[in-house]
């Protein structure tokens, strides 16, 4: 494979390719800097932080063992067969960890390490803007996420503007 950067320079080897696609993600990231922080919400009494949520081993029982087996795996290499037939065993524990976590506000480092795979688009696939970056996160972290979804999405959907459609169940876009 070739694939030739935004100037329409060539990489060929394998290093140069990686290199090539990193440094144009890297470009297309927004950086918080980048938002505009005074149209930000102020947060309200209402408002539910991590601290507020406390998981059940049901719930991370539940998710673990909805998690699709196909789906590829993150750094860790954890993959989502192990953990769904573990579910039962290791849900006490990931729940403990998981609570800690919210309740501490900090999430494990390698949680938010990612394996980035570019996708193409459309067009020449000898371009690096034809391409998406889709990362791949450790499934465990995403157990969390669905965890913590599921403790706030009535909240949240509940205060979505109702002429929004996108990314809302049931509404089709």
């Not at 953990?83 to 039962?88: G, S």
């Amino acid at each position: 494979m070739k694939v030739n950067n935004t100037e329409r320079t060539s990489a060929n080897n394998t290093v140069e390719i990686a290199n090539t696609f990193n440094t144009y993600f890297a470009s297309i990231f927004t950086h918080d800097s980048d938002i505009d922080h005074q149209r930000q919400q102020e947060h309200t009494e209402t408002d539910t932080t991590s601290e507020d949520i406390t998981l059940t081993n049901a719930e991370v029982m539940a998710v673990l063992r909805n998690l699709d087996n196909n789906k590829a795996h993150g750094p860790d290499a954890v993959p989502a067969r192990l953990l769904t037939e573990t579910a039962f065993q290791i849900a006490p524990s990931l729940c403990a960890l998981f609570n800690k976590s919210l309740r501490c506000g900090i999430l494990p480092d390698d949680w938010k390490l990612a394996n980035v795979v570019p996708v193409h688009k459309r067009g020449e696939k000898s371009y690096v803007e034809n391409y998406r970056p889709i990362a791949l996160l450790s499934l465990i972290s995403k157990v969390l996420e669905r965890c913590v979804f599921n403790n706030i999405k009535h909240q949240v959907f509940q205060q979505i503007n109702p002429c929004q459609h996108g990314f809302v169940p049931g509404n089709r876009a």
